[in-house]
């Protein structure tokens, strides 16, 4: 039978405390990895995730603002400390609120650009010093399916989200070289706080569930198996791809 196993793999997964972030710590943690998790300051949400592995799986929270790089660099120091090391990181803290280009103001569209691409930009930094030091690293950055639609409801969202991933593209030219393996990943519609903000009516969440061919919103846990897939044996091979899971949705509709 295969598996995937995990076992003896150290990850760090930023804005893990809730939504797709929590999917992915969960997942990672019942293939057996370390996982440590960041969040920005929902301490209630944090603890419950840990406690959820108590005896089972080692899960640790740290609570760090993702846009601040000296932050970022104390917290994977001490979670590589906690864990014996580090070879995965998932960066997936992103931030949406819906502005069109009328209302958005340069600070908005800074704090847009901040939040969903220099935050990746400083969670590798942070990491790639451990990163490189492993016989496989693994980085997994979760962007958007806005990317190849323009959704999301503001052009900063979209606009850093391609960003995300062409410095993924650029960065294969120097990672793949360290045995450092870097994937992206474009959710859409997985049934979230961030998109409940979006869609906050039990209405609106079915008319968008009829938009993805699979008939399904998806879950947390839909975004994580692909992050594990990825960062096993079985991904061994896979590098520099940007995939999409959302249910057939975005191909769907360009149709
Ligand atoms: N949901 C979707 O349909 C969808 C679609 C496409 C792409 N995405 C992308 O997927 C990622 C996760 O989205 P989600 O829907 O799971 O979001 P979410 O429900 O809003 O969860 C966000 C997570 O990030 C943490 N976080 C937020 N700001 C932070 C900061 N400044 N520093 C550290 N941690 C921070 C939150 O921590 P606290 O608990 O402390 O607040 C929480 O754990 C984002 O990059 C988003 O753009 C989502």
């Keep these: 039978m295969i598996e995937i196993n995990l076992t003896g793999r150290k990850a760090l997964v930023t804005g893990g405390s809730r939504g797709i972030g929590a999917g992915i710590v969960q997942i990672l943690a019942q293939c057996n990895a370390l996982v440590s998790f960041t969040y920005k300051q929902n301490v209630q949400a944090a603890n419950q995730l ?33 864990m014996g090391g580090l070879d995965i990181l998932v960066h997936n803290v992103g931030a949406l609120w819906p502005a069109q280009l009328q209302e958005l103001e340069l600070k908005e569209w ?5 939040m969903n691409l220099t935050t990746a930009f400083i969670a590798l930094k942070a990491a790639y010093p451990y990163l490189r030091k492993v016989p496989r690293g693994d980085i997994v950055l979760i962007s958007s399916s806005a990317v190849i639609d323009g959704g999301g409801g503001s052009a900063f969202y979209a606009a850093a989200k391609a960003g995300v991933e062409g410095m ?5 030219r120097e990672l793949p070289q360290k045995n450092i393996h870097i994937n ?65 949705r975005t191909m769907w509709r360009k149709t």
């Design 50 to 82: 840990c406690q959820e592995f108590q005896g089972k799986a080692q899960v640790l929270a740290f609570c760090t603002p993702a846009e601040n790089i000296d932050a970022m660099r104390a917290t994977v120091k001490k979670a590589a400390q906690a």
């Design 110 to 114: 800074n704090r847009g650009i901040e």
């Design 168 to 172: 993924m593209k650029a960065l294969m």
């Design 184 to 248: 992206t990943i474009h959710p859409c519609v997985v049934d979230t706080d961030l998109f409940r903000v979006r869609y906050d009516t039990h209405e609106k969440r079915a008319k968008v569930s009829k938009q993805v061919p699979l008939g399904r919103l998806g879950k947390p846990e839909d975004i994580g198996y692909l992050v594990a897939f990825l960062c096993s044996q079985m991904g061994g091979f896979i590098c520099g791809q940007s995939i999409l899971v959302d249910g057939g």
